[in-house]
Structures are given as C-alpha cells and as structure tokens.
C-alpha cells in the first residue's frame, strides 16, 4: 500500500470517528432535551395537567451540539498537541503556520498605531493603557515562574512596593518621576531578595503559601502604618508624569504651548500609553536577552531539575535571587507607572486578586513564552472589558475558557519550554576523554 493510500485510510477513519463522537452527543442531548426543553407541562385552570410540545426548539438544540461537537474535535486535533493526527488540510494549517510567523510583528505595528486610530475615543486608549500594565506584569513574573520554574503568588506585594516607592517620594520630596521610576524599581529588586532569602530551601506548594504570605504582609503593613503610607485612606496627589520636565498641560510651560499646537486632555492619555509601551518593550528586551545569557541558562535549568542542576555546580542560591529580584524590579517598574497614571493609591488596589490575575495569563500563555502572555493578557483584560454589559456570566465565560485551555493547551496557548541552547548535532565522546576528565 502506498504512502498517499495510507494517509487517505487514515484521514477517511479520523473523519467516520469524528461523526460518531457527534452522533453519540447529538442522541444524549436529545435524551436530555426532551423532557427538558421538548415537552412542557403546566397546570390547568380546573387542575388537569396541560401540556405542549416544542419540537423545533428540541432540533435546533440536537442540531447545535451535533454542530459543535464536530468543531470542538476539528479544533482539538488541529491545536492539539503535536503527534496527534490532524484532519486540518495542510494548506490550512501552512496558512495558520504563516499568520503565527508574523503575529508578533503585526502586533507590535497596531499597538504603535493604537493612538492615531483611536485617537478620539478615550475608552479604547484607557483600555489599552491597562492590556498594556498587565502585559508588562505579566512578563515580569514570567521571569520568576515561566523561566526560573517559582511558583509566586505574591506577586502583587513588588507591585505595590514600586507605586507606594513613587508615590512617597514624589509627594514628599518632589522628585520627579524619572528620578523615582528607577528607584522604585530598585527597591522592589530589594524586597524582591529579602523575598528570596526566606525560600530558598522551599519549592511547590511550600513556595507558592510563602509568596502568598509576603503579598499579604506587604498590604497588610500599608494598611497599618497610617503614619506613613495613610492607611486605608491611601496617598493622593501623586504628580503626573512630564514630557522629561515639560508638564503636559495648558500652562505657558506645557509641551502644547511650546510646540505651538492646540492643547487636548488627550495629549497626556497618548503619552502614558506610549510610556507603558516602552517600558514593556524594555521588560521584554531584557528578559530575551537575559535567557541567552549564562544566567538566563541557568533560570532554565533550575525550573527543568534543581537537583541536577546543583549537580552540575550552579548556585542555585543565586539563580533565585536574581530571578526573584529580576521579576520584582518590572513590577515595581509597573507599580511607579500605575500610580503616575491614577493620581492616587490606595492598599485596595494590591489584593490577592491582581497576583492571580497576572499568574493566570502567565499560565494561560504559556510560561515562558513572551507572545503568549502578551496574548493572554489581551484576551483577559479585554475579555473582561468585552463581557461587561454580561455582568453575571462573565465569570462563567472566564471560568469555562480556563478549563478549555487547560484541556487542550495544558501548557498554555503558546506553550514554550525549549531550551535557549541545545545540541544541534550528536557528538560522541571517547572513553578516554570521559575517564580524564575532559567529557
């Protein structure tokens, strides 16, 4: 039998498989819709049971799990994983293949062009702004979790070290915020060490109940030490952020006024989202080239093995350290901006809830994958945004596509966990080089 004969044997019992599978769920679905949706009953006006029948109603349900039982299966063998026969034409999946090669670029070209689209309407640029935090969240604790395989979930606390970091010394010392960015983030890469000491010797679960002790303490010590940081009442005034001292408003000083142009409230709106972008581009520079770097290897090796990884002489100690002070100095990097943005903090703002929220698009994009975070981040919190008329469904929505994701993509939509250095070619190695030494 020849090569093209087997493949169409194969494609012709992936097919006859796949309506089987629909034509089971279309007949349970009937069994469970009859009584259900196909027979109504209702009391009489003289107590007799009165009843009707709604055929149409009960084919179009038959007809729709029928229906989506043959997508679900076409697109759990087409983004299934790897090994798995696919009955996805290839001229489709060379399509699909094509569009993955070139999302990144096309991302990153709209996202540039995201203001001058919607340059008039304030909503989709506040919207933007937000994806935009939480993709740079996201990729700061892809650093701890995707790459140097920690579990954190506490995350929120290096978060709300660098807004109250900003927030504190711009209100009460006047700098300004170029001069406070980098020292939030520096002292949320301090707190991200003083992190890492305490948990060295833990991992898993361990790990993940120590994290989620730390972000508590954090917003727990703010809340109290109402001398300093307010309390429950937050700090206010917060300055906004200038154009590199030129404020950006309508005073003769304003950025507007010098160049000569019309001032609008949308000028400032414009800036922060191009501010978040390049600070996110940079948390994404510095991560790529991080993993290419010895420590970067390192991360990797100590998320596939620690054990073995200790066995081959790197210090873990270390390789923690920097992976807990790396990921905390973006966040803090993320929370000097959000507090520039807002005006205002307040401890309510650092629940449990954002750590978990940036962990689930970690998790959801595939740990350590860049563009998958970036993905994630943009399905969840436009996601929110786009079920929010569905107030009491959106949550369900949100919990049903976790456990989809979780089906089909168990490591994530763009799952990555290959190596950044590998052998491309087998080399063998003599016994004499191995006995010396040398292999």
């Given at each position: 039998?020849t090569?093209?004969?087997?493949?169409?044997?194969?494609?012709?019992?992936?097919?006859?498989?796949?309506?089987?599978?629909?034509?089971?769920?279309?007949?349970?679905?009937?069994?469970?819709?009859?009584?259900?949706?196909?027979?109504r009953?209702?009391?009489?006006?003289?107590?007799?049971?009165?009843?009707?029948?709604?055929?149409?109603?009960?084919?179009?349900?038959?007809?729709?799990?029928?229906?989506?039982?043959?997508?679900?299966?076409?697109?759990?063998?087409?983004?299934?994983?790897?090994?798995?026969?696919?009955?996805?034409?290839?001229?489709?999946q060379?399509?699909?293949?094509?569009?993955g090669?070139?999302?990144?670029?096309?991302?990153?070209?709209?996202?540039?062009?995201?203001?001058v689209?919607?340059?008039?309407?304030?909503y989709?640029?506040?919207?933007?702004?937000?994806?935009?935090?939480y993709?740079?969240?996201?990729?700061?604790?892809?650093?701890?979790?995707?790459?140097?395989?920690?579990?954190?979930?506490?995350?929120?606390?290096?978060?709300?070290?660098?807004?109250?970091?900003?927030?504190?010394?711009?209100?009460?010392?006047?700098?300004?915020?170029?001069?406070?960015?980098?020292?939030?983030?520096?002292?949320?890469?301090?707190?991200?060490?003083?992190?890492?000491?305490?948990?060295?010797?833990?991992?898993?679960?361990?790990?993940?109940?120590?994290?989620?002790?730390?972000?508590?303490?954090?917003?727990?010590?703010?809340?109290?030490?109402?001398?300093?940081?307010?309390?429950?009442?937050?700090?206010?005034?917060?300055?906004?952020?200038?154009?590199?001292?030129i404020?950006?408003?309508?005073?003769?000083?304003?950025?507007?006024?010098?160049?000569?142009?019309?001032?609008?409230?949308?000028?400032r709106?414009?800036?922060?989202?191009?501010?978040?972008?390049?600070?996110a581009?940079?948390?994404?520079?510095?991560?790529?080239?991080?993993?290419?770097?010895?420590?970067?290897?390192?991360?990797?090796?100590?998320?596939?093995?620690?054990?073995?990884?200790?066995?081959?002489?790197?210090?873990?100690?270390?390789?923690k350290?920097?992976?807990?002070?790396?990921?905390?100095?973006?966040?803090?990097?993320?929370?000097?901006?959000?507090?520039?943005?807002?005006?205002?903090?307040?401890?309510?703002?650092?629940?449990?809830?954002?750590?978990?929220?940036?962990?689930?698009?970690?998790?959801?994009?595939?740990?350590?994958?860049?563009?998958?975070?970036?993905?994630a981040?943009?399905?969840?919190?436009?996601?929110?945004?786009?079920?929010?008329?569905?107030?009491?469904?959106r949550?369900?929505?949100?919990?049903?596509?976790?456990?989809?994701?979780?089906?089909?993509?168990?490591?994530?939509?763009?799952?990555?966990?290959?190596?950044?250095?590998?052998?491309?070619?087998?080399?063998?190695?003599?016994?004499?080089?191995?006995?010396?030494?040398?292999?």
């Open positions: 039998m090569a093209s004969s087997t493949k169409t044997v194969k494609s012709t019992t992936g097919i006859a498989s796949l309506l089987k599978t629909a034509v089971i769920n279309a007949l349970i679905a009937l069994v469970l819709f009859s009584l259900m949706v196909g027979v009953t209702e009391a009489g006006s003289s107590g007799q049971l009165t009843y009707w029948t709604r055929f149409g109603e009960l084919a179009s349900l038959v007809a729709i799990v029928f229906g989506g039982s043959i997508v679900i299966e076409l697109l759990r063998q087409w983004i299934g994983p790897t090994g798995t026969e696919r009955l996805v034409p290839p001229a489709v060379s399509g699909v293949s094509f569009i090669r070139y999302l990144a670029p096309a991302l990153l070209i709209f996202t540039l062009l995201v203001p689209i919607f340059y008039n309407q304030r989709i640029l506040d919207l933007a702004i937000l994806v935009l935090t993709v740079m969240l996201g990729w700061g604790l892809n650093v701890v979790v995707g790459l140097a395989g920690l579990l954190d979930l506490g995350y929120v606390a290096f978060y709300a070290v660098g807004a109250y970091s900003y927030g504190l010394l711009a209100t009460n010392f006047g700098w300004s915020f170029w001069i406070c960015l980098p020292l939030a983030g520096i002292l949320a890469a301090f707190w991200g060490v003083l992190l890492g000491f305490p948990v060295l010797r833990l991992r898993g679960d361990y790990l993940a109940i120590v994290t989620l002790a730390f972000g508590e303490i954090i917003r727990l010590v703010i809340i109290n030490w109402q001398e300093l940081t307010g309390g429950p009442n937050g700090v206010s005034g917060i300055p906004r952020p200038s154009f590199f001292g404020p950006l408003d309508r005073s003769d000083e304003g950025l507007a006024f010098r160049l000569g142009i019309e001032y609008s409230a949308t000028h709106i414009v800036f922060l989202f191009y501010l978040i972008l390049a600070l581009l940079l948390t994404n520079w510095v991560t790529i080239r991080l993993r290419r770097l010895p420590i970067g290897r390192a991360w990797e090796a100590l998320r596939e093995d620690e054990v073995a990884c200790r066995a081959l002489g790197i210090n873990t100690t270390t390789t350290l920097t992976a807990f002070a790396t990921g905390a100095m973006f966040g803090g990097f993320a929370g000097a901006f959000f507090a520039t943005r807002q005006g205002f903090i307040s401890p309510e703002s650092f629940t449990f809830q954002e750590s978990a929220l940036v962990l689930a698009i970690v998790v959801l994009g595939g740990m350590g994958s860049q563009l998958g975070v970036a993905l981040a943009l399905a969840m919190i436009g996601g929110f945004e786009l079920f929010r008329g569905l107030e009491n469904y949550m369900l929505v949100f919990g049903m596509s976790m456990v989809l994701i979780m089906i089909w993509r168990p490591r994530g939509l763009i799952g990555h966990r290959a190596p950044t250095v590998y052998l491309t070619k087998a080399k063998a190695i003599s016994s004499d080089l191995v006995k010396e030494g040398h292999g």
